[in-house]
T-cell receptor, first 115, second 114 residues
Framework: DQQVKQNSPSLSVQEGRISILNCDYT??????FLWYKKYPAEGPTFLIS?????DKNEDGRFTVFLNKSAKHLSLHIVPSQPGDSAVYFC??????????????FGKGTKLSVKP | DAGVIQSPRHEVTEMGQEVTLRCKPI?????LFWYRQTMMRGLELLIY????????DSGMPEDRFSAKMPNASFSTLKIQPSEPRDSAVYFC????????????FGNGTRLTVT
């Protein structure tokens, strides 16, 4: 039973355009959400996060939107660059217990940004 | 900051052999996590430690898997005996343990059991 779902295994976007990566979750106890980026042969690296008390968080070209009623979040990359080509993982946790230990990951979306 | 260091990067072994994966977390981080990545199941948490103490090992698949953290700068994940279905990429990650601190991952160990 997948608690965090990334239904698009891959996405291809033209350089300079917007990339939108989507993520759905089922556990209403999740209150903290993160996006990680992974290049081949490397570990995932933290990109951006959002707490459930917010509906938007922005960091440069990256913006994460959270829709709690729909249990949906998305990552927007504007403008997309070829260096953004990677696998993007959505992750969620229920932090009110004080621990980030049980971080649940989606299966990832492979983004390809074409020059 | 050297990041999280995992060794070896690749391990090929035969079924039935013992495998030991190693991890050095970022200095000062007090939480350490072991994840496994497979095509079928994605990234799964196996076990995590806080201040060297195992907090949640519910993700450890079975008794063949064991993990230790003898001190703040070293952890091992051992599989004995190994089986072909254990083939995966194993990631170690650490964090400072405060509420909003993200995980910092190592580059993983790719394990192949033949």
């Amino acid at each position: 039973d997948q608690q965090v779902k990334q239904n698009s295994p891959s996405l291809s976007v033209q350089e300079g355009r917007i990339s939108i990566l989507n993520c759905d979750y089922t556990n209403s106890m999740f209150d903290y959400f993160l996006w990680y980026k992974k290049y081949p042969a490397e570990g995932p690296t933290f990109l951006i996060s959002i707490s459930s008390i917010k509906d938007k968080n922005e960091d440069g070209r990256f913006t994460v939107f959270l829709n709690k009623s729909a249990k949906h979040l998305s990552l927007h990359i504007v403008p997309s660059q070829p260096g953004d080509s990677a696998v993007y993982f959505c992750a969620a946790s229920a932090r009110h217990g004080g621990s980030q230990g049980n971080l649940i990951f989606g299966k990832g979306t492979k983004l390809s940004v074409k020059p | 900051d050297a990041g999280v260091i995992q060794s070896p990067r690749h391990e090929v072994t035969e079924m039935g052999q013992e495998v030991t994966l190693r991890c050095k977390p970022i200095s000062g981080h007090n939480s350490l996590f072991w994840y496994r990545q497979t095509m079928m199941r994605g990234l799964e948490l196996l076990i995590y430690f806080n201040n060297n103490v195992p907090i949640d090992d519910s993700g450890m698949p079975e008794d063949r898997f064991s993990a230790k953290m003898p001190n703040a700068s070293f952890s091992t994940l051992k599989i004995q005996p190994s089986e072909p279905r254990d083939s995966a990429v194993y990631f170690c990650a650490s964090s400072s343990g405060t509420g909003n601190s993200p995980l910092h991952f190592g580059n993983g160990t790719r394990l192949t059991v033949t």
